[in-house]
C-alpha cells in the first residue's frame, strides 16, 4: 500500500525533470548546475584546442534538474568548490574521484530501493535512461578534465619553456654587461695613470717653464744693462748745458760753444784743447719764448777734456758759491748720460739735499755711485739710493 501511494510522486518528479529531447535538440550529455561548474573549473586561461572552456560556460537547461538528484551529502560539491592549484595537485583529484565513487554507490543503492518500491515497468525503464544518461555524462565530464588538465599542463610547460628562456636571455645580457664594466673599469684605470703622468709631466714642465722664466728675466735684465752700459759708454765725452737761451748761438752752435765755455767758466780754455766733434740743441720743437729753452748736446773728441770742463764747472761752483750764469740767465753742466742711468741717479736727490744744508761735500760717479766726503774720515760710497739717505740723516743728527 505504501508503494501504491507514492507512485504520484514519481511521476510529479518525472515531469519536473524533462529530458534533453523536450528541452533542447542535439543534447544528449547532461551538465552540472552552475555553482557545481564553477568549483570544477580552473582559473580561466584559454589553452588553445580546449573546447572545455566553452563547453562549461554555456549550461544546457535539461541538464539542471536531473543534476539536483545527485551529491546529497554535499562533500563532492566542497571538493570542487576548493581553489584551482588544490585541484590541479594528484592527492585533491583523487579525493575528488573517490568522493564521486561514494556518490555513485549511494545513488544506486537509492535507486535500488526507489525500485522495489515502483511496481510501474515503464517508470523502471526510464528511471534506468536517466541512470545511463548520468553515467555517460560523468565520462564526459572526466574525459574533458583530462583533455584540459593536458593542455594545461602542456601550457604551463610552455610558459616555463619561455620563462626560462627569457632567463638564459637576461644572464647572457649581465654577462655582457659585466664584461662591458671590466673592460671600462680598465679603461678608467688606464686614464686614471694616464692623468698621473701628465701631471706629473705638467708639473716638471711648469718647473722648467718657471726656471726658465727666471732665466730669461735674469738674462734680460742683464742685457738691459748692457745696452744701457754701451749707451752711456757712447755718451761718455758728450756733457748737456741747460739754461741757454734760444738763438743765442747764432749759426755756428760749434764755434758758439767752443768760445763760450771759458768765458762761463772763466778760464779759457786753447782752441787745441777744446776739440769738439760737434754741438747741437736736443730734438724737440722749439719752444715760445716765455717757455724754457731746449738743452745743447756737445761730444767732445776725448773724454778728458769733458771730464775736465764738468770739473772746472763744480770747483766754479764751490768757489763762488752761487751757480753759473750768463746775460742773467743761470746755466747747468751735466754729463750725457741714458734715461735710465738718469732715474736711478735721482734717486739720490733726497741726500744730496741733506748733505748740501749741512755743507758736507758729494760727489755723484758714474754710473750711480754716491761719494761723500767727511773731514777727517775716510770717504764714503753708497749704490743704494736708501742706504745714503740713512747716512746723511745720521751725520744730520750728529751736528744737532
Avoid at 112 to 131: C, D, S
Avoid at 375 to 397: C, I, M, T, V, W
Wanted: charged share 40%; glycine share 4%; hydrophobic share 30%.
Amino acid at each position: 500500500m505504501a508503494a501504491k501511494k507514492e507512485k504520484p510522486k514519481t511521476t510529479g518528479r518525472k515531469e519536473e525533470g524533462k529530458t534533453s529531447e523536450e528541452e533542447g535538440e542535439g543534447l544528449t550529455c547532461p551538465k552540472r548546475p552552475a555553482a557545481e561548474r564553477e568549483a570544477r573549473s580552473h582559473r580561466s586561461v584559454e589553452v588553445p584546442g580546449s573546447g572545455l572552456q566553452n563547453w562549461l560556460a554555456e549550461p544546457s537547461k535539461s541538464a539542471q534538474p536531473r543534476m539536483k538528484k545527485k551529491h546529497t551529502d554535499g562533500r563532492g560539491e566542497q571538493l570542487r568548490s576548493q581553489s584551482p592549484q588544490l585541484r590541479e595537485t594528484p592527492a585533491a583529484q583523487q579525493q575528488v574521484q573517490n568522493t564521486d565513487n561514494n556518490d555513485n554507490k549511494k545513488e544506486e543503492g537509492k535507486k535500488k530501493t526507489r525500485k522495489q518500491e515502483m511496481a510501474n515497468p515503464e517508470e523502471e525503464e526510464e528511471e534506468q535512461k536517466e541512470v545511463e544518461e548520468e553515467e555517460k555524462g560523468k565520462k564526459m565530464d572526466v574525459s574533458f578534465f583530462k583533455e584540459y588538465m593536458e593542455s594545461l599542463k602542456e601550457w604551463q610547460l610552455q610558459e616555463f619553456d619561455e620563462i626560462k628562456r627569457r632567463i638564459k636571455n637576461a644572464e647572457e645580457r649581465m654577462n655582457k654587461m659585466e664584461v662591458a664594466i671590466s673592460e671600462l673599469a680598465k679603461r678608467v684605470e688606464n686614464m686614471e695613470k694616464r692623468e698621473t703622468f701628465v701631471d706629473m709631466e705638467v708639473k716638471d714642465l711648469k718647473e722648467k717653464l718657471e726656471e726658465s722664466n727666471k732665466k730669461a728675466k735674469e738674462a734680460q735684465e742683464l742685457l738691459a744693462q748692457k745696452i744701457d752700459m754701451i749707451e752711456n759708454y757712447n755718451r761718455r765725452n758728450n756733457i748737456k748745458i741747460v739754461g741757454l737761451k734760444e738763438d743765442e748761438e747764432g749759426k755756428n752752435m760749434r764755434e758758439f760753444i767752443k768760445d763760450w765755455i771759458p768765458r762761463v767758466l772763466g778760464r779759457p780754455e786753447s782752441q787745441e784743447e777744446m776739440e769738439i766733434e760737434g754741438a747741437h740743441r736736443t730734438l724737440a720743437r722749439k719752444p715760445q719764448p716765455q717757455q724754457k729753452p731746449r738743452s745743447i748736446l756737445v761730444k767732445f773728441l776725448r773724454y778728458t777734456t769733458r771730464e775736465n770742463i764738468l770739473e772746472k764747472a763744480m770747483k766754479k761752483v764751490r768757489e763762488d758759491k752761487k751757480l753759473l750764469e750768463y746775460k742773467g740767465q743761470k746755466n747747468f753742466f751735466y754729463p750725457d748720460i741714458s734715461f735710465e742711468l738718469l732715474k736711478k741717479r735721482k734717486e739720490f736727490n733726497t741726500a744730496k739735499t741733506i748733505l748740501w744744508k749741512k755743507g758736507y761735500k758729494f760727489m755723484l760717479r758714474y754710473p750711480a755711485v754716491l761719494k761723500i766726503i767727511i773731514p777727517g774720515q775716510r770717504n764714503r760710497l753708497f749704490s743704494d739710493p736708501e742706504e745714503a739717505r740713512k747716512f746723511a740723516e745720521q751725520l744730520q743728527n750728529k751736528q744737532r
